[in-house]
């Protein structure tokens, strides 16, 4: 989605935004748990993982794993809320896709051997309703049309759960200025929590959308969610995007 000239766009706009000085305007306050979040607009970005057709419509991946991908729609227009708050704000959204090359190099057995026996009859690779599974370039692979990345946003395509293994992405955020991540997607507790962890040892301040986020085990994005925030955002900080929102129009 990028080329070099885009990039080097991307990092002198970035460069005039980090000379503005931090104000009250530029740094609102989010509340939060466990504790209110402080979000330095000059160096924040939304990441949103893996809203693609694979894992929340019929026929794809999450499916044949035998998941009901009903549970992953109700966030869909929400998440459509903030990333266009986002957007009107002049952040920088970015977006991610999990998938693997057409001759399956980069997805080792131990991965794509993966389904509850008597559940799952596809893998990773294999033709299904919307083109062969987790491949790159097939239908099932892309992102929803309802959440659409915008002409110059950033999309990572990721072999992993984790946004970091073998992808640009800690390059664009460097370039970026980034400093504050925004996580939403799913599912919360894999490719979500995995990326925040991710994010959180490379040192990255984290907040979590409580209701931009889902998985196909209700039970699962709770516990994720106490993990997260326990010990004093020992990984990261939640909040929800009414809060998220109404903190960056306080702010502008």
Known sequence: MHNKMDHAIEITASLKRLDEPTTKANMPTVSAQPF?????????????????????????????????VGLLTPIIPILAQLMAAFRFHGLPVIHTR???KPDLSDC??????????????????????MGRILIHGEPGHQIIPELAPLPGEI??????????????????????????????????????QTTMREANDRGYTCLLVEDCTESYFP????????MIRAQGAIVGWTCTSHDLITALAEGS
Not at 36 to 59: H, K, Y
Not at 113 to 122: F, I, M, Q, Y
Not at 161 to 169: D, R
């Open 155 to 192: 999309v990572i395509d990721k072999p992993g759960k984790g946004s970091f293994y073998n992808t640009p992405l800690q390059d664009r955020l460097s370039s970026l200025g980034i400093t504050h991540l925004v996580f939403t997607g799913v599912t919360t507790e894999v490719c979500v």
């Open 36 to 68: 209110p979040f402080d979000l330095p607009r000059l160096r924040t970005a939304l990441v949103v993982i893996d809203m693609q057709r694979d894992f929340v419509e019929p026929g794809g991946f999450g499916a044949a794993l035998g998941n009901n």
């Open 98 to 100: 999990e998938g693997h």
């Open 108 to 129: 080792p057995p131990a991965k794509r051997n993966r389904g509850e026996a008597g559940k799952s009859v596809l893998k990773i690779g294999d033709q299904g309703p």
């Open 219 to 226: 039970e699962f994005k709770k516990v994720t969610l106490n």
